[in-house]
């Protein structure tokens, strides 16, 4: 079974300071890698994804990841942090049947 | 409006009671799915449903049960609740296939307290 882990469950970075969250994953299949934000009181929201193709994924707000198979990663950042980042994200594998595995999440906070 | 809609919002209740939490989409979607989130355990699946007449458990099912009404309604029933299942409730829709490149879009979650 696919599983993910998310390292760091808070990250404290200053504003316009690089965004960097964690995510590693293990699958027995070719990974589909997902990151997807939660605002406060909202529902998620998805960031990015990668499925096949190139490994670079852009998303939006800025954000993108690298899916990096020898290191089984999928790492987000940002160069540069804003205030209104301030979330919760998560990292997610799909399985079969287009479920999906989520990692802990990891809180991000923005200092001014 | 939004596409997925989850009634209540928030809800308080009392341990035994039945308890009822419904979504709504309009995006046309056959597969719907509901989640529980746990502060440090992430979003854990409960129930999935592929069409109206497939539903499926998923990873932590005991204490719940589903019901799939029509293809834009999947609701998720608490028989007799109970505190540990105080958590935050969302429900998702995909679209019907294995394509890759599906995603979940997510409905803005119910807070459920059981006292």
């Known amino acids: 079974a696919q599983s993910v882990t998310q390292l760091g469950s808070h990250v404290s970075v200053s504003e316009g300071a690089l965004v960097l969250l964690r995510c590693n994953y293990s699958?027995?299949?070719?990974?589909?890698l997902f990151w997807y934000v939660q605002y406060p009181n909202q529902g998620l929201q998805l960031l990015l994804k990668y499925t096949t193709g190139a490994t670079l994924v852009k998303g939006i707000n800025g954000f993108e990841a690298e899916f990096k198979k020898s290191e089984t990663s999928f790492h987000l950042t940002k160069p540069s942090a804003h205030m209104s980042d301030a979330a919760e994200y998560f990292c997610a594998v799909k399985e079969g049947g287009n479920k999906l595995v989520f990692g802990a999440g990891t809180i991000l906070r923005v200092k001014s | 409006d939004a596409d997925v809609t989850q009634t209540p919002r928030n809800r308080i209740t009392k341990t035994g009671k039945r308890i009822m939490l419904e979504c709504s989409q309009t995006?046309?979607?056959?597969?719907m799915y509901w989640y529980r989130q746990d502060p440090g355990l992430g979003l854990r699946l409960i129930y999935y449903s592929f069409d109206v007449k497939d539903i499926n458990k998923g990873e932590i099912s005991d204490g719940y049960s589903v019901s799939r009404q029509a293809q834009a309604k999947f609701s998720l029933s608490l028989e007799s609740a109970i505190p540990n299942q105080t958590a935050l409730y969302f429900c998702a829709t995909s679209d019907l296939g294995d394509n890759p490149t599906d995603t979940q879009y997510f409905g803005p979650g119910t807070r459920l307290t059981v006292l």
């Open positions: 995006k046309g979607h056959d597969r």
């Open positions: 699958s027995s299949v070719p990974p589909y």
